[in-house]
């Protein structure tokens, strides 16, 4: 298995990003990883830091693409940054998948204009793979197209399926359309008209709309949304997900009896935090892309990196971009 | 104070709604209540109930409107409805502020078209006040108009600082517009244009965009949205307290030890309960009504429906539809 990363890519990056290819590098033993940055300064900071060089080849890219960037910037002005020469790579076939942790806009354009959708495809879709109470799901799209078409949602639901299927081992998983309440009716012109295509979708085992309260607490394996809608679910999810952090720190921490409470539920309250920690599932698969791209969460660390790899990987295992070929062919 | 109340309206009515209306006549002892219902089976519940009679008076209204009826039912097919009559009493003046914990959709029409919405303002708005970790914030339209304009938006801005000045007594408060980033220039062509038209509106103190991830912790006191996005924050958010409300039960209950934990931060787990519960805010005004109409929760049980009277009160009594009127004329 071959993965071609953006060095460069993320808050943290290049460090953690290279920590990270490091521990998936020990992870995996089948691994090779191509990373794709300013060849000097990645070697420099791999000595300063000591790690064992071996573990990936480094290509050369004298750019970087920032988030103040304009996502056509890949194409352009940046064709040689480090972004721009590992979507080449990919589109060459000189790897299996790619990770990058940088701007979004620009992952999606390079990964459409660079790499191409699969055919019959009209618009790729960030998905999010995202903890509930109840085990993952995926959400998407979540921001690659803040202005959707029906028939965008409606092949969605088909890759999320197929996502969830191929990649999460989830069996007949069940697919709900992001509403403002459960009746057909409900939504705007898009929702209740994408309900209708949902309805007659061949490829999923659609349960109706689903409402935002139910998302959290494990209502769907997958959560059709427009990208605006999507988006914002995401982050409130987020939002949610620290303050149930800091809630929990300050609970546990405020007095002498609150730290001997936390000594006595550190073991349930580890549990959760594994449980509803969005790191552990890697990065968001680019759905709709000929080959797999994974958008690494842009404040990653390396465990979260890492994850990210591993999440690349079990994309490229699974076969799952032929599956979406076969499923379109039904619509 | 006058405030009439639709007893049939929500999961838990009449019953929970009578005695809301009781514990807010004791709360308040110049608060006198009109309830709005099948006189005779009103009556024989609180017989039944052993509550004491005299807190409220009680006008007939033979019919019902439940959550399967279509809203513009209240202007004909049920216009002798508890909801209907009770919008029909609020109009003639004969109470100083409307709660129902009913049919959404039906509040909305009964409200626009029995009693009107304020000259000038071209669509009234829900806005719920939520909980934060930082004190309450106002977020609207949540659930009222699914399909917007940009000048819309403008008017909820308004409004929704109004409220917040008025009636929660917040100085100067921040306005945000939920968006799925930061910049200007993000988000689907109603934020953009939104986002104009609010940096340009002389009553209120626009902050900028804001993101889901930063509605939960505090980031603004007003926040600004579609009535589709906003309705999918707000039950997002009530599907994460929920989750939270799980979690800390299941994580403080499991053993023995961790029963003993639950000794040791019981004060500290009820605060966050009583700072994070939503019907300790009582219900969502609606806003841009010529008169004060409070929207209850539908799953209101009777301290929730006393706070949405509290709310109610505060809200008649702000003088805050007048000074709505004078910013209007501003623009």
Chains 1, 2 share one sequence.
Not at 40 to 53: C, D, R, T
Not at 205 to 213: D, L
Not at 218 to 227: E, I, Y
Not at 298 to 319: H, L, M, P, T
């Amino acid at each position: 298995m071959r993965i071609v990363v953006d060095a460069h890519g993320g808050d943290n990056a290049p460090l953690e990003i290279i920590k990270g290819c490091c521990l998936a590098a020990e992870e995996n033993k089948d691994l090779s990883i191509l990373l794709v940055g300013r060849k000097n300064e990645l070697q420099q900071i791999i000595a300063e830091n000591g790690i064992p060089g071996n573990r990936f080849e480094i290509v050369d890219a004298p750019d970087v693409i920032t988030m103040e960037d304009e996502p056509t910037s890949v194409l352009k002005e940046k064709q040689y940054s480090s972004m721009a020469v590992a979507f080449k790579l990919l589109k060459e076939d000189k790897a299996d998948a790619f990770v990058s942790a940088g701007n979004s806009g620009a992952v999606l354009v390079g990964a459409t204009l660079l790499v191409k959708r699969i055919r019959g495809i009209k618009r790729a879709a960030l998905g999010a793979v995202m903890p509930s109470t109840d085990g993952p799901y995926i959400m998407l799209d979540c921001g690659a197209n803040v202005e959707c078409k029906p028939e965008y949602l409606d092949q969605f639901a088909t890759m999320g399926s197929i996502y969830m299927k191929s990649c999460l081992k989830i069996e007949n998983p069940r697919v709900g359309l992001l509403n403002n309440g459960t009746e057909e009716c409900k939504g705007p012109d898009l929702q209740q008209q994408a309900h209708q295509l949902l309805k007659n979708n061949p490829n999923i085992n659609f349960i109706g709309n689903i409402e935002g309260r139910d998302v959290p607490l494990g209502g769907c394996d997958v959560v059709v949304a427009d990208g605006f809608s999507g988006n914002i679910t995401l982050k409130v999810s987020e939002g949610w997900g620290k303050l149930i952090s800091k809630v929990l720190r300050d609970m546990l921490t405020k007095n002498l009896k609150s730290k001997l409470a936390a000594l006595l539920i550190m073991s349930q309250v580890n549990d959760f935090r594994k449980k509803m920690d969005y790191k552990e599932y890697g990065g968001a698969p680019l759905l709709g892309i000929s080959k797999p791209v994974i958008k690494a969460h842009g404040s990653s660390d390396a465990k979260a990196f890492k994850n990210a790899i591993r999440q690349a990987c079990v994309f490229a295992e699974s076969g799952m971009i032929r599956e979406i070929e076969e499923a379109l062919a039904k619509e």
